[in-house]
């Protein structure tokens, strides 16, 4: 099985732009969840998709947003981009069901914000 | 708040046992993961404890106590390739939900 891809792998942005950053999980995985890992404060849980609706949400402004495609495929959102969103944001998938807990995670897309 | 804590940095030599310990204080608790993630790699799953004990998987193994809120993971016949950071991760929703929260990391450096 193909494991999870993540597009782009590096992306420069402008303070104040938005960026899109895609995610596909392993084929069968239902769960998409999004995480931002940065030097300083970690790994940073920031939403779950699960059949296409929001499962759990972490504690991160309303800039950053995301969404679940039929086929489990997910994009994230971050709007009005700032210094501080510079970070690796790292996609995990899973099966989802009930007693699930190993997640698998992507390469990552490292976002720099200058 | 929740909050997880681990040695920020552990030194052992090749073939050596070491043991990186987790202490936890979340708001809800429905299993402890660990999680080990190269310098410019995605984290990759080791082991899950969702009741007390001990997990063994090979080389390595994990232990929870939920009433201590601590757990440990064993790294046994340590190779150079085990140098990496290791993050514990506290799953904190019930049934299948997957949020996360993570340790702060311990950096493993193996010697020769």
């Known amino acids: 099985k193909a494991g999870v891809t993540q597009t782009p792998r590096y992306l420069i942005k402008t303070r104040g732009q938005q960026v899109t950053l895609s995610c596909s999980p392993i084929?069968?995985?239902?769960?998409v969840s999004w995480y931002q890992q940065t030097p300083g404060q970690g790994l940073q849980f920031l939403f779950e998709?699960?059949?296409?609706?929001?499962?759990n949400k972490g504690n991160f402004p309303g800039r950053f947003s995301g969404r679940q495609f039929s086929n489990s495929r997910s994009e994230m959102n971050v709007s009005t981009l700032e210094l501080g969103d510079s970070a690796l944001y790292l996609c995990?998938?899973?099966?989802?069901?009930?007693?699930?807990?190993?997640?698998?995670f992507g390469p990552g897309t490292r976002l720099t914000v200058t | 708040g929740q909050s997880l804590e681990q040695p920020s940095e552990v030194t052992a030599v090749e073939g050596a046992i070491v043991q990186i310990n987790c202490t936890y204080q979340?708001?809800?608790?429905?299993?402890l993961s660990w999680y080990q993630q190269h310098d410019g790699g995605a984290p990759t799953f080791l082991s899950y404890?969702?009741?007390?004990g001990l997990e063994e998987t090979g080389r390595f193994s994990s232990f929870l106590s939920r009433s201590d809120s601590y757990g440990y993971l064993l790294l046994q016949e340590l190779q150079m390739k085990d140098s990496a950071s290791y993050f514990c991760?506290?799953?904190?929703?019930?049934?299948?939900?997957?949020?996360?929260?993570f340790g702060t990391g311990t950096q493993l450096k193996v010697e020769l």
């Open positions: 404890n969702g009741l007390d």
């Open positions: 998709y699960f059949s296409e609706t929001q499962r």
């Open positions: 991760a506290v799953r904190d929703t019930k049934g299948g939900g997957n949020k996360l929260t």
């Open positions: 995990a998938s899973s099966l989802g069901g009930q007693g699930t807990y190993e997640q698998y």
């Open positions: 084929s069968g995985h239902r769960s």
């Open positions: 979340t708001s809800g608790f429905y299993g």
